[in-house]
């Protein structure tokens, strides 16, 4: 009875967790295609302030700064899709577990050294006296 519904929380725990990993990266999807969006239209007004309008027409200076920007462009869209897979949600989890371990061994190996260096034993028979 009780550890039918313990393993229910773990699934609803679970699934809630995948909701919101989903989220995120549908979130982050978006924003992408949005700056990709607003990175065309930028473009196409640079390029008409330097053609049509002629500020700063002795120099097509567009290229530069569309360059730069395909560059910006370029590196969400490797953050989006290659980095978040090296380091998305299972790669902080592992990073969490193992500093956990080592701080549980640390803890452990201090608390070996604190009874070796003050026996429990010793401790009882000293309040007795």
């Known amino acids: ?59 097509d200076w567009f290229i530069w700064a569309i360059t730069f920007w395909a560059f910006l462009f370029v590196i969400h869209t490797f953050n989006v899709f290659v980095t978040h897979q ?16 080592k701080q549980k061994a640390k803890i452990a190996e201090l608390q070996k050294e604190i009874e070796t260096d003050f026996p429990l034993s010793q401790i009882n028979k000293k309040k007795e006296l």
């Open 1 to 59: 009875m009780f550890s039918k519904s313990n393993r229910k929380t773990e699934l609803d725990l679970e699934q809630h967790e995948l909701l919101e990993s989903a989220q995120l990266r549908i979130k982050q999807k978006k924003r992408l295609y949005t700056h990709f969006v607003i990175f065309l239209i930028g473009s196409v007004f640079l390029i008409l302030l330097n053609k049509i309008l002629k500020y700063g027409a002795e120099y």
């Open 86 to 101: 090296f380091m998305g949600k299972d790669w902080e989890r592992k990073q969490r577990e193992k500093l956990v371990a």
